[in-house]
């Protein structure tokens, strides 16, 4: 119970740390270059996450092909 005490603490005091930092200008751009950031790495992740997606359904494809050959030469 005490280390979520701490824990709601914390949050609460960065949470107005943060506004108050984001008051100034230098604040705010440096919030925005934080924004910018993370946008990048969640659009690399997201283009990641479907490059390798579409290499797994194309190996599917490709082993679902396999098999349908396979059962008709065995036929």
Do not use: C, W
């Not at 979520?4 to 108050?20: E, K, M, N, S």
């Not at 925005?32 to 359904?57: C, I, P």
């Amino acid at each position: 119970m005490k280390n979520i005490l701490l824990l709601i603490t914390g949050a609460a005091i960065g949470f107005v740390a943060a506004h108050q930092i984001n008051k100034t200008p230098e604040g705010r751009r440096f919030f925005e270059e934080v924004d910018s950031r993370v946008g990048e790495f969640t659009g690399a992740v997201v283009d990641g996450y479907k490059a390798r997606e579409a290499e797994l359904r194309a190996a599917v494809a490709e082993a679902e092909e396999t098999i349908a050959d396979l059962k008709r030469a065995a036929e």
